[in-house]
Protein backbone atom coordinates (compact mmCIF):
# COMPACT_ATOMS: atom_id res chain seq x y z
CA UNK A 1 0.00 0.00 0.00
CA UNK A 2 1.25 3.08 -1.38
CA UNK A 3 1.78 6.13 1.59
CA UNK A 4 1.45 9.73 0.14
CA UNK A 5 2.35 12.96 1.58
CA UNK A 6 1.42 16.54 -0.22
CA UNK A 7 3.50 19.89 0.65
CA UNK A 8 3.76 23.00 -0.69
CA UNK A 9 0.20 24.55 -0.41
CA UNK A 10 -0.33 27.84 1.29
CA UNK A 11 -1.42 31.42 0.48
CA UNK A 12 -1.05 33.62 -2.08
CA UNK A 13 -2.29 36.17 -3.85
CA UNK A 14 -4.13 36.09 -7.18
CA UNK A 15 -1.42 35.80 -10.31
CA UNK A 16 0.98 34.31 -8.03
CA UNK A 17 2.33 30.77 -8.38
CA UNK A 18 2.78 27.30 -5.66
CA UNK A 19 4.44 23.92 -6.68
CA UNK A 20 2.86 21.54 -4.87
CA UNK A 21 4.60 18.50 -3.92
CA UNK A 22 3.81 14.43 -3.12
CA UNK A 23 6.12 12.09 -1.89
CA UNK A 24 5.24 8.40 -1.97
CA UNK A 25 6.79 5.54 -0.13
CA UNK A 26 7.69 3.53 -3.13
CA UNK A 27 9.02 3.91 -6.61
CA UNK A 28 6.25 6.26 -8.72
CA UNK A 29 7.72 4.54 -11.86
CA UNK A 30 5.82 1.52 -11.02
CA UNK A 31 2.67 3.10 -10.66
CA UNK A 32 1.18 3.49 -13.91
CA UNK A 33 -1.02 6.42 -12.99
CA UNK A 34 -1.19 9.29 -10.65
CA UNK A 35 -3.11 12.28 -10.29
CA UNK A 36 -4.28 15.50 -8.51
CA UNK A 37 -7.36 16.44 -7.08
CA UNK A 38 -8.92 19.37 -5.05
CA UNK A 39 -12.07 19.45 -2.86
CA UNK A 40 -13.18 23.20 -2.64
CA UNK A 41 -15.98 23.52 0.50
CA UNK A 42 -19.63 22.89 -0.79
CA UNK A 43 -18.05 21.28 -3.57
CA UNK A 44 -17.04 17.55 -5.33
CA UNK A 45 -13.60 16.32 -4.96
CA UNK A 46 -12.41 16.65 -8.59
CA UNK A 47 -9.49 15.59 -10.93
CA UNK A 48 -7.17 18.53 -12.07
CA UNK A 49 -4.13 16.64 -13.42
CA UNK A 50 -3.35 13.00 -14.43
CA UNK A 51 -0.21 11.66 -15.36
CA UNK A 52 0.88 8.17 -16.86
CA UNK A 53 4.47 6.23 -17.43
CA UNK A 54 3.71 7.16 -20.53
CA UNK A 55 4.55 10.23 -20.35
CA UNK A 56 0.81 11.54 -20.96
CA UNK A 57 -0.94 14.48 -19.01
CA UNK A 58 -4.54 15.25 -18.97
CA UNK A 59 -5.71 18.96 -17.40
CA UNK A 60 -9.06 20.03 -16.55
CA UNK A 61 -10.26 22.38 -18.32
CA UNK A 62 -10.52 25.44 -15.37
CA UNK A 63 -6.50 24.79 -15.04
CA UNK A 64 -5.72 23.45 -18.30
CA UNK A 65 -2.64 26.07 -19.92
CA UNK A 66 -2.10 27.08 -15.86
CA UNK A 67 -0.80 24.41 -13.77
CA UNK A 68 1.13 21.24 -14.97
CA UNK A 69 2.00 18.22 -13.71
CA UNK A 70 5.24 16.31 -13.56
CA UNK A 71 6.62 12.95 -12.09
CA UNK A 72 10.28 12.89 -10.40
CA UNK A 73 11.29 9.26 -10.14
CA UNK A 74 14.76 10.06 -8.81
CA UNK A 75 12.59 11.32 -5.85
CA UNK A 76 9.75 9.51 -5.74
CA UNK A 77 7.48 12.35 -6.00
CA UNK A 78 4.63 14.04 -7.64
CA UNK A 79 4.55 17.74 -8.66
CA UNK A 80 1.63 20.04 -9.70
CA UNK A 81 3.28 23.61 -10.68
CA UNK A 82 0.34 25.84 -10.47
CA UNK A 83 0.82 29.52 -12.07
CA UNK A 84 -1.76 32.86 -12.49
CA UNK A 85 -3.58 31.11 -9.77
CA UNK A 86 -7.15 32.42 -9.51
CA UNK A 87 -9.41 32.58 -6.10
CA UNK A 88 -11.53 29.79 -7.67
CA UNK A 89 -8.15 27.35 -7.13
CA UNK A 90 -8.62 27.97 -3.94
CA UNK A 91 -8.88 24.44 -1.99
CA UNK A 92 -7.16 21.41 -0.47
CA UNK A 93 -4.99 19.53 -3.21
CA UNK A 94 -4.68 15.73 -2.57
CA UNK A 95 -2.70 13.32 -4.92
CA UNK A 96 -3.32 9.72 -5.38
CA UNK A 97 -2.49 6.30 -7.09
CA UNK A 98 -4.90 6.40 -10.43
CA UNK A 99 -6.82 3.28 -11.87
CA UNK A 100 -8.00 3.49 -15.72
CA UNK A 101 -11.59 3.03 -16.42
CA UNK A 102 -12.62 2.83 -19.75
CA UNK A 103 -11.28 6.69 -20.83
CA UNK A 104 -12.10 8.15 -17.30
CA UNK A 105 -9.69 8.20 -14.25
CA UNK A 106 -10.53 7.10 -10.63
CA UNK A 107 -8.80 7.11 -7.43
CA UNK A 108 -7.04 3.99 -6.44
CA UNK A 109 -5.37 4.21 -3.18
CA UNK A 110 -6.29 5.95 0.20
CA UNK A 111 -6.53 9.73 0.76
CA UNK A 112 -3.94 11.17 3.12
CA UNK A 113 -4.41 14.81 4.43
CA UNK A 114 -3.63 17.14 1.59
CA UNK A 115 -2.38 20.28 1.22
CA UNK A 116 -4.48 23.90 1.63
CA UNK A 117 -4.30 26.07 -1.34
CA UNK A 118 -5.86 29.63 -0.36
CA UNK A 119 -5.68 32.32 -3.42
CA UNK A 120 -6.70 35.32 -2.08
CA UNK A 121 -6.02 39.27 -2.30
Known amino acids: QVQLVESGGGLVQPGGSLRLSCVAS????????MGWYRQAPGKQRELVAASTQSGITRYADSVKGRFTISRDIANNTLYLQMSDLKPEDTAVYYC???????????????WGQGTRVTVSS
Open 26 to 33: LDIDRITY
Open 96 to 110: NELRKINSDYEPLGS
